[in-house]
């Protein structure tokens, strides 16, 4: 687990926290800044983003294509270095970490759902969700186990020694759910997770996501495009032209359950 | 990440483009193959160079002999060297050498007698005199009885009871096939072809038949010889004969290398050559003796140049099989190294394959890898992997390829065997006496009469295997650093 990062002894710090109880941040952007070399020019994809998001809240950083939403994930799960300002997520300065500690630091504390699923084709449902596992060097046994049960969780326990072209897409996309959470992390990165399913998958699919947020008190970041996505979340960032010009709270759309469902009806409906 | 997963992954990887990895784990075999076919041949020639050189004698013997005057020049002047008793024993001192003997030879005529009246007569008889002590060691075999015990026996050559002539019935002898090269035969008219006759019991058995030696200072052959062929020598002079009567002990085995006495002639102890040399010449044997030749035997054969480098220093003439076996084997060498050039370039070709194939399946998987990067994998579990199935492909390849060559290398050896043994002259069991299983015995593991065409020793199999392993991972390596290169970022942008 992340320990949020001690600030010191400052009086300042002790004072503030005396007076209101808010818990630090869980991820914390000062005053990013990211340039793209385009020819001769240099474009600005993200100008002075400052954000902190507060763990256990699902936030979803809205804006059309080119508002800079994607460039700001990337900053975010350390996948690009920005050019000036950085991120911490729990306190660990994630845009100045080697390329190993990235690593190990994704291994242990980072999910990912992506657009495009992105399952490995040749490995089966409980391979590709005990991935991540097997990357920190979890003995088969033990992580296809815990595989198994997340896949049990997501409806597709009738799946388990299914190959990714021997799913729906909606099929897949839980299977991409289950390994961004089997490993339990602190946050979750979202990237336009239902932007190929049909409306009702999207439906169970983001059900499915905050469902799992809230039973296990985790952070999701949530980039879309689609207004009825944001509404899901607990806050909505709106990015325009690499700046943010609204954040506000959101009383989620939908009575989100805390168990996933997974009757039969749920299954069949996205083939 | 796990080196059993690790492992899986790749067994996987490769499974998945099945024919793709076939072929290039094909090439790998053909290159691999090729490289330990044509080195077991060039092993093959060097098998049957030892063999050769094995037969024409012991490679491990140095004769040494005087040319000419036998002055050395030592710097300070020069210095007379001489091939005699204390010459023998300074050989002795020399580091290697682990025996020598003189080879003396009887320096005048003489002629054995044998026989009712002294009937069958050997004229022109070589006597040989060597250090007995030394027999074994130095090469000699006897073919019959024993060495000699006391003074004054002796040992009589393989043929020289066939060189005996019947006086009686106008020199009249016996008839076998001596195994050098040379022998008789009597045009059969009846046939058109020349007819070798079969081999006959000789007169008599030397070993168990008084023979007598006549020999003198200026003795030219026995009289009755003398007359039957003309009276070339002149007459007259046969003053002092001397009549010995021998005591043969034993029979040497003919060898070439080792005097021609062996063969037809008699072998003795050298104190016993110069006693009889004392009783003919008194006078010359005064002089003291020097010897014709000596040879030297060193302890083993990469002794041999420096035994006889070090004969050449003091002065002496030396000869050995050694700069023939050095030719033979630096011409072997340079064959090898040809062959197992062109098997090298096929190898190369493999190579390039497994880089090609490695590229290929990086291209492919760029996605994949920026998965498994987006989702935490330690770059150097991504050149693992990659590194890994190019070395899988390399060790496969090689084991393989191990396996068919050995499977031809037998197969050429046992076609070999049945049907090209004679041209090249090596003398091969013949081949339909043997049964398949004792053919295919020594087509595997050779042996003294064996002529192998291919021979592949154990160290080129482990060679040609980790040799293959190692070129994978060579020519995977940059492919494996290009997989490590792609950004996670890659997988992360939604294209599909």
């Known amino acids: ?271 | 990440m796990r080196f059993g997963d690790i492992l899986r992954l790749c067994r996987q990887n490769l499974w998945r483009r099945k024919s793709r990895t076939i072929l290039t784990v094909l090439g790998v075999i053909v290159g691999c193959c090729s490289i330990v076919l044509m080195v077991s041949l060039a092993q093959g020639i060097n098998e049957r160079n030892e063999q050769t050189l094995k037969q024409m004698g012991d490679l491990s013997i140095v004769t040494v002999y005087m040319n000419g005057g036998g002055t050395v020049n030592t710097g300070s002047g020069t210095e007379t060297i001489k091939l005699d008793d204390k010459a023998i024993e300074s050989f002795r001192q020399i580091e290697g050498v682990s025996g020598v003997t003189p080879m003396m030879n009887f320096p005048y005529n003489a002629t054995l007698k044998a026989g009712a009246g002294g009937r069958y007569v050997a004229d022109y008889v070589q006597i040989m005199g060597i250090d007995m002590d030394q027999f074994e060691r130095m090469g000699y075999k006897l073919k019959d009885g024993v060495m000699p015990a006391k003074d004054g026996q002796v040992l009589i050559g393989e043929w020289t009871a066939y060189d005996f002539m019947d006086m009686l019935k106008g020199g009249d002898m016996r008839y076998a096939n001596r195994g050098d090269g040379s022998y008789s035969c009597t045009y059969n008219e009846a046939t058109g072809e020349c007819e070798e006759p079969e081999d006959q019991e000789p007169f008599f058995d030397p070993m168990k038949t008084q023979i007598t030696l006549v020999t003198g200072a200026d003795y030219q052959g026995d009289p009755s010889t003398m007359q039957m062929y003309g009276n070339m020598g002149g007459t007259g002079t046969q003053s002092e004969t001397v009549s010995l009567d021998l005591n043969v002990s034993g029979v040497v085995k003919a060898d070439g290398n080792k005097g021609y006495a062996t063969s037809s002639g008699l072998v003795m102890s050298v104190d016993d050559l110069k006693a009889l040399i004392a009783k003919v010449n008194p006078s010359a044997a005064k002089q003291g003796t020097t010897y014709d030749q000596v040879l030297v035997k060193a302890a083993d054969l990469t002794s041999v140049p420096e035994v006889e480098s070090q004969l050449k220093s003091m002065g002496y003439e030396t000869y050995s099989y050694e700069d023939m076996r050095k030719s033979m084997e630096e011409q072997t060498r340079s064959i090898q190294i040809i062959l197992g050039g062109i098997g090298a370039v096929s190898l190369l070709v493999a190579a390039i394959g497994i880089a090609n194939t490695m590229v290929m399946s990086v291209t492919e998987r760029t996605r994949e890898i920026g998965i498994m990067k987006a989702l935490g994998c330690y770059v150097r579990d991504i050149r693992v992997m990659f590194l890994t199935e190019a070395g899988a492909i390399g060790f496969f390849g090689g084991l393989i390829g191990c396996v068919l060559s050995g499977l031809i290398s037998l197969g050429i050896n046992l076609i070999g065997m049945t049907y090209f043994a004679s041209m090249y002259g090596v003398s091969t069991n013949d081949t339909e006496s043997l049964s398949f299983g004792e053919r295919f015995w020594q087509a595997l593991t050779g042996g003294e009469d064996v002529t192998r065409f291919s021979v592949i020793p154990w160290w080129l199999f482990l060679f040609a295997i980790l040799f293959s392993t190692l070129i994978g991972l060579l020519f995977g390596f940059g492919p494996a650093n290009k997989a490590v290169k792609i950004p996670a970022l890659d997988a992360i942008k939604n294209s599909e």
């Open chain 1, 1 to 271: 687990m992340i320990r949020p990062q001690s600030h010191g002894t400052s009086a300042n710090g002790d004072e503030r926290e005396k007076k209101v109880r808010v818990p630090r941040p869980i991820i914390e952007v000062r005053n990013l800044r990211k340039e793209y070399p385009v020819e001769d020019e240099t474009v600005v994809a993200l100008d002075r983003v400052n954000l902190a998001i507060p763990q256990g809240q699902i936030c979803c950083i809205f804006g059309e294509s080119g508002s800079g939403k994607s460039t700001l994930l990337n900053q975010l799960a350390g996948m690009e270095r920005p050019t000036r300002g950085g991120v911490r997520i729990g306190g660990v300065p994630v845009s100045k970490l080697s390329e190993r500690e990235l690593a190990a630091f994704r291994q242990k504390h980072l999910g990912f759902v992506f657009q495009s699923y992105n399952l490995l084709p040749n490995l089966t449902a409980v391979e590709n969700v005990a991935m991540p596992l097997m990357f920190r060097g979890v003995p088969k046994e033990q992580r296809e186990r815990a595989a198994r049960g997340v896949l049990k969780r997501v409806g597709l326990g009738h799946r388990l020694g299914h190959y990714p072209r021997q799913m729906s897409g909606g099929q897949q996309q839980r299977v991409g759910i289950a390994r961004a959470f089997v490993t339990k992390p602190e946050v979750v990165f979202a990237d336009e997770p239902t932007g190929n399913l049909d409306s009702k998958t999207k439906a169970e699919v983001m059900d499915m996501i905050c469902a799992f947020a809230r039973d296990f008190n985790q952070t999701i970041v949530l980039v879309t495009h689609d207004p009825q996505m944001a509404s899901y979340a607990d806050r909505i960032v709106t990015l325009f032209d690499g700046k943010i010009v609204d954040d506000r709270l959101n009383q989620p759309a939908s009575s989100v359950p805390s168990i996933v469902p997974s009757t039969p009806a749920v299954q069949g409906a996205d083939r």
